[in-house]
């Protein structure tokens, strides 16, 4: 059963979230601030977290910076902040998607369920792809730069595995936006430059001139080895 943290101090929306996602075979768990939040990801280890921004005691930036050295859960922030300003900082330190309220259930439900495919998708037949900077085990799910493993959000991760899978070959704009954040995201494609910079940024020696992640304008991405 996949387990969900949902984070938000409004006691409505906790409450709507969690029947709602109880009704449909999640096992979920609830937070009404940043510290229980940490400390139920710690101790319950979710497979998917809904997390709000605008909590009583941090802000939700905060607790992504708190999750992402250690948790490997996708984050969903909820938030009532439409500026796209917020959405880059919240995607920058570390959420996987962002969902603005008011927001409509099934939307969400999909968004959900988009994050745990990230999260428990798992294909053993790869091997090990190896380039001049880095190596990445499809198999163990890691990246390492010489003796170091980097460490990726589950979003990086399906990103970079979708572009290694497919190496030397263009992968679409629509196409790596559907496979790693779902449906609705298919014209989002200010994620991709978001999550491309930050792919960069770890694992390019030189992330202003790419060797290996490779952007085709207008079209797509590619890996090269």
């Not at 906790?14 to 990801?41: F, K």
């Not at 280890?45 to 921004?53: A, F, K, W």
């Not at 969903?76 to 920058?92: E, F, N």
Request: glycine content about 6%; some cysteine.
């Amino acid at each position: 059963m996949t387990r969900i943290l949902v984070v938000d101090d409004e006691p409505q929306i906790l409450r709507a979230l969690r029947i709602n996602l109880t009704v449909r075979g999640y096992d979920v768990v609830t937070a009404a601030t940043g510290a229980d939040a940490l400390s139920a990801a710690a101790e319950k280890l979710p497979d998917v977290i809904v997390l709000d921004l605008g909590l009583p005691d941090l802000d939700g930036t905060e607790v992504l910076a708190g999750l992402r050295g250690w948790c490997p859960a996708p984050v969903i922030v909820l938030s009532a902040r439409t500026d796209s300003a917020d959405k880059v900082d919240a995607l920058d330190a570390g959420a996987d998607d962002y969902v603005t309220k008011p927001f409509g259930m099934d939307e969400f439900l999909a968004r959900v369920r988009a994050a745990a495919r990230r999260a428990t998708a798992v294909d053993t037949s790869e091997p090990v792809v190896q380039t001049d900077s880095f190596t990445v085990d499809l198999t163990a799910k890691t990246v390492r730069r010489g003796d170091a493993e980097v460490h990726l959000t589950p979003t990086e991760w399906g990103m970079l595995e979708m572009l290694v899978r497919n190496k030397g070959k263009l992968v679409g704009q629509k196409e790596l936006l559907r496979e790693v954040w779902g449906p609705a995201y298919a014209t989002e494609t200010h994620y991709l430059r978001v999550y491309l910079a930050q792919l960069r940024r770890k694992l390019e020696d030189d992330p202003s001139k790419p060797r290996h992640l490779i952007t085709e304008a207008g079209m797509g991405y590619r890996f090269q080895a």
